[in-house]
């Protein structure tokens, strides 16, 4: 019994060095890749993390030097931001707060390149379009109208269309385009809905170009009635 059961492991061991002879060196390349991969994903893993982290400790330089009037640290910080975590979330929400900080300060040419950069490489589309607006603002104060119109005409989030439409109509009526100012005024008064605060301001804003919250009304029944 002894003898056989020898045999049996002695034929066993054969199989088990032929079967590792044919496949051993696939199977340990397999292993390679599969833990070399995980290796990776997990460094890459630590790696995104360490980025947003630093990025956030920047965002937060950003905001302490805004509220400390210190314009010099404000371009600073968000500069290295920009440089080395430009595809963060967090450097479009930083632009932001830098743009605002130094348009506060008339610093309108500064804020303007900085909200143009988010407006341009943002991946978010709330963010870009938060920079297109007050890029729009930015160039209305500098007086470059056609500019601002510009900013306020490309595609932009549906939850938007109120707010881009007020400032359209700032820009036309500046411009003298009364009439489609209030076309503007209109949609925006519409599009703001009863229960915001900010639709006065618009009816104060259409009130003071001859056109009546009534007259806004009619003219959405009626545009109703013929759809």
């Known amino acids: ?34 833990m070399g991969s ?27 030097a805004a509220q400390s009037g210190d314009m010099a640290r404000v371009e600073q910080a968000y500069g290295d931001l920009k440089s080395g975590y430009g ?9 932001l707060l830098a743009a605002k900080a130094l348009a506060d300060a008339g610093n309108w040419d500064a804020a303007k390149g900085v909200l143009g950069w988010v407006a341009e490489k943002s991946s ?10 007050r890029l729009a603002g930015v160039l209305i104060e500098q007086k470059d109208y056609d500019g601002a119109l510009a900013q306020l005409s490309g ?7 109120a707010t881009v439409a007020d400032r ?34 618009v009816e104060a804003k259409l009130n003071a170009l001859g056109a009546q919250v009534d007259t806004v009304a009619a003219a959405s029944g009626n545009a109703g009635s013929t759809q």
């Open 168 to 201: 359209k109509g700032d820009v036309l009526a500046l411009q003298g385009k009364n009439q489609q100012a209030i076309a503007e005024y209109r949609r925006a008064y519409q599009a703001f809905g009863p229960g915001v605060e900010y639709r006065r301001l």
């Open 1 to 34: 019994m002894a003898n056989n059961f020898d045999l049996q492991e002695q034929e066993q061991l054969e199989e088990l060095k032929h079967f590792w002879s044919k496949w051993g060196t696939p199977i340990t390349w397999v292993l390679v890749v599969v």
């Open 124 to 133: 978010d589309e709330g963010y870009v379009a938060l920079a297109k607006l």
């Open 38 to 64: 995980f290796a990776a994903w997990n460094g890459y893993r630590l790696w995104q993390s360490r980025q947003a982290q630093q990025a956030t400790a920047l965002v937060e330089a950003v905001e302490l």
């Open 87 to 95: 595809g963060t979330t967090q450097a479009a929400q930083a632009g």
């Open 155 to 161: 595609s932009m989030p549906a939850e938007f269309a």
